[in-house]
Structure formats: structure tokens, C-alpha cells
């Protein structure tokens, strides 16, 4: 089982960009359901968006709507995070992770995380003032 590598993490100002990847080939190859999760110190895990790979079916959680994109490269079996206009509630550590792909649907639920089986090992974002 290959792992998830996340990386692109950094710190950077309020309004500037960063674009977060995460090396997925196991799972690009097939359809599932891949996130983006987000962690503050003292605060529980946020999903921030989700997609099912392999399509162009995306959720993004409203916190980062209109900032957040998530999408992915079959061609360099990588999923990413491109994240605009910074906020420093933006900061945290950030983990891509897997799903069934039944998990990506209208409601919300893949937000929740508990039906995600493999994690990456996170990478950190901060953003100041």
C-alpha cells in the first residue's frame, strides 16, 4: 500500500496563495473519494473539500468556498488544494486522505472523516496577519 505524501505547506501572509498536493498512485487509478482536511491546535479536524476522483464531482465546505479549489492530475497521480486569499483561521496542519467513493455525496457527510481510511501525514500551513 502506497502512502499519502502531502506537501506544499508553508507560511505565508493573509491574502496570499499556496497550492497543497498529495502524492496519491494508488488511488488515482481508481474512483474513490479524496479530502482535504484541516487541523488548528485545540480545535477538531475540518474537512475542507472532497472529490471523487477521476471526475469532476467537488464539494468544498463553505468556511473556504470561493477560495478553495480541489482537483487532480491523472497524468502525475496527484491530488491538490489550491487555496487563495489566506486567512489566519486558514492556519493549521492539512491532510489529504481516502474514502469509499459513496462517501462524496450531497449532504455532507465526507466532512465528518470517519469513513476515511488512509491518511497523509499532514503538512503545515500558517498564516499571519
Known amino acids: 500500500q502506497v502512502p499519502l505524501v502531502e506537501s506544499g505547506g508553508g507560511s505565508v501572509q493573509a491574502g496570499e496563495s499556496l497550492r497543497l498536493s498529495c502524492a496519491a498512485s494508488?488511488?488515482?487509478?481508481?474512483?474513490?473519494?479524496m479530502g482535504w482536511f484541516r487541523q488548528a491546535p485545540g480545535k477538531e479536524r475540518e474537512g475542507v473539500a472532497a472529490?471523487?476522483?477521476?471526475?469532476?464531482?467537488?464539494y468544498v465546505a463553505d468556511s473556504v468556498k470561493g477560495r478553495f479549489t480541489i482537483s487532480q492530475d491523472n497524468t502525475k497521480n496527484t491530488l491538490y488544494l489550491q487555496m487563495n486569499s489566506l486567512k489566519p483561521e486558514d492556519t493549521g496542519t492539512y491532510y489529504c486522505?481516502?474514502?469509499?467513493?459513496?462517501?462524496?455525496?450531497?449532504?455532507?457527510?465526507?466532512?465528518?472523516?470517519?469513513?476515511?481510511?488512509?491518511w497523509g501525514q499532514g503538512t503545515q500551513v500558517t498564516v499571519s496577519e
Open positions: 472529490m471523487k476522483t477521476r471526475t469532476t464531482t467537488t
Open positions: 486522505a481516502v474514502a469509499p467513493v459513496r462517501i462524496c455525496a450531497n449532504g455532507g457527510a465526507w466532512r465528518l472523516g470517519g469513513s476515511f481510511y488512509r
Open positions: 494508488e488511488y488515482t487509478y481508481s474512483v474513490v473519494c
